[in-house]
């Protein structure tokens, strides 16, 4: 008999799967930033993180809410200005700019698109990194990011389990409220499985089970939401600091490849695997850095892959390599 080193978590049912040319967004933490990168690589139709990197669900729903309010514009009175540069305390820091003006013309556009594509969108990804919040003490709002404000700006809570219930139920009603046909919605929750490492180790399991508690009271009492076990995958499953980085917190590349293995399996749509994996190849291709780009095996391999790129467009007219021919064109020394 041969010994059993783990604890596999077997493949779960889901009542729809991932098509290609299916809306699709992904919202939360580091994990909804790492499957959606996968995704989109894969030339699927998705939104990522349109406020940047969210940790916490306060912040998530309040962002959702404005957006659910159309006639609600981010205007200047939104805006904090520290070290020559303007921010959203209610994004991620990758929107801070020199200039206010520009900074609300990037945020409006960017809320416009997130608007319409919330309203055709089959399924959300939704994670959620953790049940501390920081508030901000002159406005009392949960803010998404500190933006190396002084830690004297903010008051650091824990939420509750029926706070978190909270937030998470208004998340699910306004992106009810910004489709057009909320029963063709389906959300998938997950909570991420970097350890907050800071907060301390029984800081970090409180809030986790925070997050867990209230994620499957809401799965458990509503249709259409969802729960994909990315914790559970890697500290119950994997469960192993060998498939850590070296920081301990956060997975390492053999953990996220098994993840999203995992993810493949259970939720696309077995139609769409032999056109992902000649994405893949593709992409492959492109990445491909030579030692002797001049040469001419390197020149006509440049050429098939081009014409492999053209054969797949001409089958799928909608797919967008413009990205991938403008990387491997500027090798071409022909």
Known sequence: ???????????????????????????????????????????????????????????????????????????????THQQGLWFSWQHHGRFADAEPDRLLDRLNREAAVTREVLARAEVVLLTLGTAHV??????????????????ATFERQLLTFDETTRHLRRIVSALRQLHHNPDALHLLWSVSPVRHLRDGLV???????????????????????????????????????????????????????????????????????????????IRAAVAHRPLHPGTPAHQQFIRDT???????????????????MRSIESQNTD
């Open 1 to 79: 008999m041969h010994p059993t080193f783990r604890t596999i978590l077997p493949p779960a049912a889901y009542p729809f799967r991932i098509r290609y040319r299916q809306p699709l967004v992904a919202l939360g933490s580091c994990f909804a930033e790492h499957i959606g990168r996968k995704l989109r690589e894969r030339k699927f139709e998705l939104l990522l993180n349109p406020f940047g990197i969210l940790y916490n669900p306060a912040v998530m729903a309040d962002n959702l809410e404005r957006l659910a309010r159309a006639d609600a514009p981010f205007g200047k009175q939104d805006l």
């Open 134 to 151: 920081f508030r901000h003490r002159q406005t009392g709002r949960v803010v998404a990011n500190c933006h190396k404000a002084p830690a």
């Open 306 to 324: 081009l014409h492999r790129i053209a054969q797949l467009q001409n089958q799928h007219p909608w797919l967008d390599f413009s990205e991938e």
């Open 203 to 281: 800081a970090n399991q409180r809030s986790k089970a925070t997050l867990l508690l209230a994620t499957h009271t809401l799965t458990d009492s509503d249709a259409h939401c969802h729960y994909f076990p990315a914790c559970e995958l890697v500290l119950d499953d994997l469960r192993d600091y060998r498939f850590m980085e070296a920081d301990m917190a956060h997975p390492n590349e053999l953990a996220r490849r098994y993840v999203w293995q995992w993810f493949c399996e259970v939720l696309l749509d077995p139609e769409a695997l032999p056109l992902m994996q000649q994405v893949e190849k």
